[in-house]
């Protein structure tokens, strides 16, 4: 959801890849029924998307690293400790980037790494975001407008934000056409 909701917010003429891969995904398998309804809602076609699973090396060379849950984040760090000030869960990162304005991305990072001590929350569960695989499309959309909060705070503090939002509405079923009344 985070990786097709950011290329939807982001100006696709910017300088920014963008991917994702999951913990224990289901490699090559598309997104699960109800999170695909709960982004086509949002205008988004999630009909391409395939799950990757996550390897380390995928993390090496990026400049930032946005992850659901604090476990995931954990064990990326575990990992690959050198990565500790580019990696972030996604509700994490866009709480650090509040207030600081866009600007150039590895500064916003180096920033929100900086802010890490300043700014703790009283319960830390609130940088997750839940799983809403194989949820009831309620669950789904609910967590999609989280993640959208996030990745939309994110895509903005970096200055990749689009003039307008780039995904299309969802088509509405047409309604059946009205037969003329007789007179």
Aim: charged share 25%.
């Amino acid at each position: 959801m985070a990786e097709l909701l950011f290329r939807g917010w982001a100006n696709p003429a910017a300088d920014v890849i963008v991917s994702s891969a999951g913990t224990e995904a289901m490699e090559g398998f598309g997104i699960d029924r109800s999170s695909a309804s709960a982004l086509g809602q949002l205008g988004i076609d999630p009909s391409r998307h395939r799950a990757r699973q996550f390897e380390p090396w995928m993390a090496t060379d990026a400049d930032l690293i946005l992850t659901a849950g604090r476990e995931h984040r954990d064990a990326i760090i575990s990992a690959l400790p050198m990565l500790y000030k580019r990696t972030f869960t996604m509700k994490e990162f866009a709480r650090l980037v509040n207030g600081l304005g866009a600007g150039d991305p590895r500064s916003i990072v180096a920033a929100a790494a900086a802010r890490r001590g300043e700014l703790q929350l009283d319960d830390a569960e609130d940088d997750d975001v839940r799983d809403p695989f194989r949820g009831a499309i309620k669950h789904a959309k609910t967590i999609a407008e989280e993640i959208t909060e996030a990745v939309y705070a994110t895509v903005r503090a970096l200055g990749f934000q689009a003039d307008a939002w780039t995904a299309k509405p969802a088509p509405r079923t047409r309604e059946p056409a009205q037969r003329p009344m007789p007179y």
